[in-house]
């Protein structure tokens, strides 16, 4: 059965910093391309960033270009984000998602919740 | 691409069918078109992904289809357990999109 536990979540003031992170159980990690993708509360699902299994490729959504960095550690069996310049519209809830080669979620944590405040 | 789910709500009966339409802003490719389920307080589940494969586990009930940018999600007949929001996804560009959501509630 494969497992995702997502961490690092909590309340952090407007323009701060955060680092989230997530393993994997179940599956190869270093052999899974990942997924981070939000829910704010009441709200729908939104992408924010995609990266290989090798790190050679690393996608993000518009939204959070330049404030979001996706990386890992195949080493640790760490996926990571790390989320700079905090915005209200940034509290949500955080998945991390295993992606399969036609580019579906199949897995996904429990996730872990972010919330900008002051 | 926007993708663009209808009803916004839906209410139904315990047995009767269910049909969710995810129309897109431009043509998908249905082999990148993926159908989601969740429930309050939890994360979402998988359950069609290249428009009509149901994923590992999920009854034979749900089933997907559609092409270009129109595609549906049915459920023959509804459980009690699948009142829940679904959500329509899709890759292109590089990039992912997630409809709004429709929620299925008892009525």
């Known amino acids: 059965e494969v497992q995702i536990v997502e961490s690092g979540g909590g309340s952090a003031p407007p323009g701060g910093s955060l680092r989230l992170s997530c393993t994997i159980s179940g599956v190869t990690f270093s052999h899974s391309n990942m997924n981070w993708v939000r829910q704010a509360p009441g709200k729908g699902l939104e992408w924010l960033a995609y990266i290989s299994a090798s790190s050679t490729t690393i996608n993000y959504a518009d939204s959070v270009k330049g404030r979001f960095t996706i990386s890992r550690n195949n080493d640790k069996g760490l996926l990571y984000l790390q989320i700079n310049s905090l915005r209200d519209e940034d509290t949500a809830v955080y998945y991390c998602a295993r992606d399969r080669p036609l580019h579906y979620f199949e897995n996904w944590g429990q996730g872990t919740l972010v919330t900008v405040s002051t | 691409i926007v993708l663009t789910q209808s009803p916004g709500t839906l209410s139904l009966s315990p047995g009767e069918r269910a049909t969710l339409s995810c129309r897109a802003s431009q043509t998908v490719s249905s082999t990148y078109l993926a159908w989601y389920q969740q429930k309050r307080g939890q994360a979402p589940r998988l359950l069609i992904y290249?428009?009509?494969t149901r994923a590992t586990g999920i009854p034979d009930r749900f089933s997907g289809s559609g092409s270009g940018t129109d595609f549906t999600l049915t459920i023959s007949r509804l459980e009690p357990e699948d009142f829940a929001v679904y959500f329509c996804?899709?890759?292109?560009?590089?990039?992912?999109?997630f409809g709004q959501g429709t929620k299925l509630e008892i009525k």
């Open positions: 996804q899709q890759y292109g560009s590089s990039s992912y999109t």
């Open positions: 290249s428009a009509s």
